[in-house]
């Protein structure tokens, strides 16, 4: 089946959470990972946020769904797609309720057959006629195979086998989300075919029933060819964030809560910049060359380049300023930011954002990246 090739916008793309069905740490175990003070140890339920400059919409309303908003501060949600009807996918769909109060509307709702039975069955006050005030206002849109758009991101659903149950994956743009599979037939993978980047479940390393090991979901992302590739719906039985990702190959990494992938950017001639939290959250985001980060010197500087775009950085305890014929600069300012002084420097140096559906919040600004298509070829190390 052709990828539906309408309008393909730019997307901003947020793990909600990333861990299997228990969460991680998960009650009452003391292993290395569920103690571990690493917070890339510390996982929601399994769960996305899909941002274009007009739409917002996430995969899966998860028993975290509530929380997961608040962390992330997602102020406005057009649409929910479902991939399956398991507890730890639909669980916090009654929370809907609070945009459907604040946005006068129903909350679309895009699953199919099988899961929409669930959740009429879960959540059958919903759906009574005689409707208690306050409950959710839900819109059901059964989908099946059949790619469809919500606002302006388009949506190619995959099917997928989590053993004998189907499955959705949703691919939007080169972007291809797929939790809770063990298996994916042929026509299906030439829907995923060409994507740039690719989530996929690795649930650990011993065989399970109903998820890839750690080695299937590398060798299917393999087979498939996607250059880039995070690993989602993750147990406590994988092993340490850090541990895992250090044996992984290049292009293949563990995702982790909270952090973005901005998809399907136009070439930008001029400098836009991208902001991280802290130097940790700059490791997660930006393409990394290295696989073990625990190898990387206390304090580096150095510069990436993926496609047209360079990426400075720097360690979060220096206080440098990098120049190049003002081609890139760094900023790191310990919180609290004095965040008039800091958009005078941002207007100083005319950085633009490229797209103002990706605008910062203001209160967790630590670090800068300044980005740029033109910096010479010699500075990379």
Same mark, same amino acid.
């Given at each position: 089946?052709?990828?539906?090739?309408?309008?393909?916008?730019?997307?901003?793309?947020?793990?909600?959470?990333?861990?299997?069905?228990?969460?991680?740490?998960?009650?009452?175990?003391?292993?290395?990972?569920?103690?571990?003070?690493?917070?890339?140890?510390?996982?929601?339920?399994?769960?996305?946020?899909?941002?274009?400059?007009?739409?917002?919409?996430?995969?899966?309303?998860?028993?975290?769904?509530?929380?997961?908003?608040?962390?992330?501060?997602?102020?406005?949600?057009?649409?929910?797609?479902?991939?399956?009807?398991?507890?730890?996918?639909?669980?916090?769909?009654?929370?809907?309720?609070?945009?459907?109060?604040?946005?006068?509307?129903?909350?679309?709702?895009?699953?199919?057959?099988?899961?929409?039975?669930?959740?009429?069955?879960?959540?059958?006050?919903?759906?009574?006629?005689?409707?208690?005030?306050?409950?959710?206002?839900?819109?059901?849109?059964?989908?099946?195979?059949?790619?469809?758009?919500?606002?302006?991101?388009?949506?190619?659903?995959?099917?997928?086998?989590?053993?004998?149950?189907?499955?959705?994956?949703?691919?939007?743009?080169?972007?291809?989300?797929?939790?809770?599979?063990?298996?994916?037939?042929?026509?299906?993978?030439?829907?995923?075919?060409?994507?740039?980047?690719?989530?996929?479940?690795?649930?650990?390393?011993?065989?399970?029933?109903?998820?890839?090991?750690?080695?299937?979901?590398?060798?299917?992302?393999?087979?498939?060819?996607?250059?880039?590739?995070?690993?989602?719906?993750?147990?406590?039985?994988?092993?340490?964030?850090?541990?895992?990702?250090?044996?992984?190959?290049?292009?293949?990494?563990?995702?982790?809560?909270?952090?973005?992938?901005?998809?399907?950017?136009?070439?930008?001639? @001029?400098?836009?910049?991208?902001?991280?939290? @802290?130097?940790?959250?700059?490791?997660?985001?930006?393409?990394?060359?290295?696989?073990?980060?625990?190898?990387?010197?206390?304090?580096?500087?150095?510069?990436?380049?993926?496609?047209?775009?360079?990426?400075?950085?720097?360690?979060?305890?220096?206080?440098?300023?990098?120049?190049?014929?003002?081609?890139?600069?760094?900023?790191?300012?310990?919180?609290?930011?004095?965040?008039?002084?800091?958009?005078?420097?941002?207007?100083?140096?005319?950085?633009?954002?490229?797209?103002?559906?990706?605008?910062?919040?203001?209160?967790?600004?630590?670090?800068?990246?300044?980005?740029?298509? @033109?910096?010479?070829?010699?500075?990379?190390?």
């Amino acid at each position: 089946m052709p990828i539906l090739q309408s309008a393909n916008p730019s997307f901003k793309i947020t793990f909600l959470g990333t861990g299997t069905s228990s969460g991680v740490p998960m009650i009452g175990c003391r292993c290395a990972v569920c103690i571990s003070a690493d917070k890339n140890d510390k996982r929601l339920r399994s769960s996305i946020l899909v941002e274009s400059e007009t739409t917002a919409l996430v995969v899966d309303t998860t028993p975290d769904f509530r929380y997961q908003m608040l962390r992330a501060d997602v102020q406005k949600l057009d649409a929910v797609l479902f991939t399956h009807p398991h507890k730890d996918h639909i669980a916090g769909l009654d929370d809907v309720r609070a945009y459907n109060y604040f946005q006068h509307k129903p909350m679309e709702l895009y699953a199919n057959s099988l899961t929409e039975e669930a959740i009429k069955r879960e959540f059958a006050y919903a759906f009574s006629d005689k409707k208690y005030p306050g409950i959710p206002n839900l819109n059901l849109n059964t989908i099946d195979d059949k790619p469809f758009v919500v606002g302006d991101i388009p949506v190619v659903p995959i099917l997928v086998w989590h053993l004998k149950m189907p499955v959705l994956g949703f691919r939007f743009g080169k972007f291809t989300y797929i939790t809770d599979a063990n298996k994916i037939e042929d026509e299906e993978k030439e829907k995923i075919k060409g994507s740039e980047v690719m989530v996929l479940n690795a649930l650990r390393k011993e065989s399970h029933i109903s998820h890839f090991t750690l080695d299937e979901a590398v060798a299917m992302v393999q087979e498939l060819g996607v250059p880039e590739a995070y690993f989602t719906h993750i147990s406590h039985q994988l092993g340490r964030h850090k541990d895992i990702n250090a044996e992984l190959p290049q292009g293949i990494r563990l995702a982790s809560d909270e952090i973005s992938l901005l998809l399907n950017r136009p070439e930008e001639k @001029s400098p836009f910049f991208l902001m991280f939290s @802290s130097w940790t959250d700059c490791l997660q985001h930006l393409p990394w060359p290295f696989n073990a980060h625990e190898k990387i010197p206390a304090r580096i500087s150095f510069l990436y380049q993926k496609g047209a775009y360079w990426y400075y950085c720097c360690c979060s305890d220096s206080s440098c300023v990098y120049n190049d014929s003002d081609t890139v600069r760094f900023f790191h300012k310990p919180q609290p930011v004095d965040h008039t002084a800091f958009e005078k420097e941002i207007a100083a140096l005319n950085v633009q954002e490229p797209d103002s559906g990706f605008a910062y919040r203001k209160e967790v600004i630590t670090m800068v990246i300044i980005v740029t298509t @033109s910096l010479p070829k010699k500075l990379l190390r």
